[in-house]
């Protein structure tokens, strides 16, 4: 079945520098690629989203890249704020799971202001 | 703004009392997922449902956990006997999946479950 890893598992930048947090994925059917942020005692809620036809996606700070061949997809956070503090989530869908989303442990983000 | 509800968002019991919980999904979503999270395990896929028919709770502890959807409304995650180790935050979640693709997925706020 698909896994996916997930690092680092903390992070602490400083604020308005940049943070990246990468995942690779084992299922190469996979073709949906959330990402999720977590604040504490919240939801998860999806920031951005790619699918495997798409190579970059872009909105606002946050943007994700995905090497489908290399099977890893990264999340890029640009001019970091204090309200970046979060956990952080990826996951991949694929049809040969079933359409079962499977995430990734969870990156702590921390921003120092 | 349709949004996913769960109850009760908080529930403390002694060990070996039945916990029901429930799920709201946003209406016309065809799937509904339920996740339990703990420190220690991140976030767990329990069991999920398209178009009310359990798919897959192959993480669902089957001796004391089950999951309904009585309706399409309605989802039920229900612990009998509950054990302080069950304590963690449920989250339900929903979306639409159609045929060839996919979409989001909409967690509701979570039940914060506590077993004393």
Redesign the interface.
């Given at each position: 079945g698909e896994n996916v890893e997930q690092h680092p598992s903390t992070l602490s930048v400083q604020e308005g520098d940049s943070a990246v947090i990468k995942c690779t994925y084992s299922d190469s059917a996979s073709?949906?690629f959330?990402w999720?942020k977590q604040e504490l005692g919240?939801?998860?809620?999806?920031i951005i989203?790619i699918?495997s036809n798409v190579g970059e996606k872009k909105d606002q700070r946050i943007a994700v890249t995905l090497n489908k061949t290399a099977k890893h997809f990264s999340l890029h956070i640009t001019e970091t704020q204090p309200e970046d503090s979060a956990v952080y989530?990826c996951a991949a869908?694929g049809y040969s799971s079933?359409?079962?989303?499977?995430?990734?442990?969870?990156t702590r983000l921390s921003i120092r202001p | 703004d349709a949004r996913v509800t769960q109850t009760p968002r908080d529930k403390v019991t002694e060990m070996g009392q039945e916990v029901t919980m429930r799920c709201q999904p946003i209406l016309g979503h065809n799937?509904v997922?339920w996740y339990r999270q703990t420190m220690m395990q991140?976030?767990e896929?329990l069991a999920?449902f398209?178009n009310r028919a359990p798919?897959?709770d192959s993480g669902m502890p089957k001796d004391r956990f089950s999951a309904e959807m009585p309706d399409a409304t309605l989802a039920t995650l229900k612990i009998q006997p509950s054990e302080p180790r069950d304590s963690a935050v449920y989250?339900c979640a929903s979306a639409l999946?159609t045929s060839g693709d996919?979409d989001?997925?909409?967690?509701?706020?979570?039940t914060r479950l506590t077993v004393l």
């Open positions: 073709n949906y959330p999720y919240k939801r998860p809620q999806l989203d699918r989530f869908l079933a359409s079962k989303i499977i995430f990734g442990s969870g | 799937t997922f991140g976030l896929l999920y398209r798919l897959d989250f999946l996919t989001t997925q909409y967690f509701g706020p979570g």
